[in-house]
């Protein structure tokens, strides 16, 4: 059943369609008297916008209300609501490519430009990077997943009192988590692909002696953006959209992106070798993968 993208309340129905697709009129939630979900009339870009700045009603939308079933006058039901693990193929495997071509760029930044991407060699190198980061990204949802068992069950023996939990603890499904973490990992991809196609130039101009030395921290040559981006911002925006999921206190959101680091981390130390192709190029995405 949907939920309110605003208390989180159950709605019988998101919208009513009158005779046609683009007649429709948007339900009021009864509880907090808001529109059940108005993102139902936004396009992709504005669901795209407002998942990179981390917005809580897209994210519920997208798990917990997409392709739901409008209320229909004078038409039949048609079509049926696509499942959750149907949504995570499509949707992982766009977003492991593209964390692909961000590492490959990471590990290649000198690659010379007479060299045809479409050479053996690269697409030999690519394909490692992807495999490699597909085991990553399936070690880490593993983990967080193993993680979020441990933790409702314990939260289910702390609040077994409560005789009507909230409804969007009811809806929750283990397929949800996947899908939480990879919307949630659109912000800090977009980032780096960013930081991949601009890199930041790096100055000429000699550091100043008497700027203080933790000035110098922030300085372009000292400031690994892309660890920062990836690790402590990926971290922040998986932990939130874990709340959204969970609803559960922040600390042990924090605690199961952790368990999932250490996860991505071990499985990063077993196959650094082979994905890099040397020791040097091991290394090199051993200290890209890890936090």
Known sequence: ???????????????????????????????????????????????????I????????????????????????????KPTRWSLIVPIGGTLTALDAFIRWSHLNPQQAIAVSPWSTGTIVNFSRIFIGCFVETLAFHVGVIVACYVVL??????????????DIRNEFRFALIPLALFYSSITKLFLLF??????????????????????????DDELD?????????????????????LDCNPVFTMMIIVFGWLAKTAMAGLIRAWVGGSSLSGEQWLAYSIP
């Open 53 to 80: 700045l981390l917005k809580r009603g897209v994210y519920r939308h997208l798990l917990y209300n997409r392709g739901s079933e409008p209320r229909r006058i004078g038409q039949q039901d048609v079509g049926t």
């Open 153 to 166: 069950k314990f939260l289910s023996v702390l609040k077994r009192s409560e005789s009507h939990p909230c």
């Open 1 to 51: 059943m949907p939920i309110c993208t605003t208390c989180t309340r159950h709605v019988p129905y998101l919208y009513t369609v009158y005779e046609s697709a683009y007649n429709l009129r948007l339900e009021h939630c009864p509880s907090c008297g808001a529109f059940a979900d108005p993102y139902v009339e936004h396009d992709s870009l504005l669901l795209l916008i407002d998942l």
């Open 194 to 219: 960013l930081l991949t196609i601009w890199k930041p130039s790096i100055s000429a101009i000699p550091a100043v002696s008497s700027t203080p030395a933790y000035m110098m921290l922030l300085d």
């Open 225 to 245: 953006k892309e660890w920062i981006v990836r690790n402590v911002l990926g971290g922040m925006s998986a932990g939130f959209g874990l709340r959204v999921v």
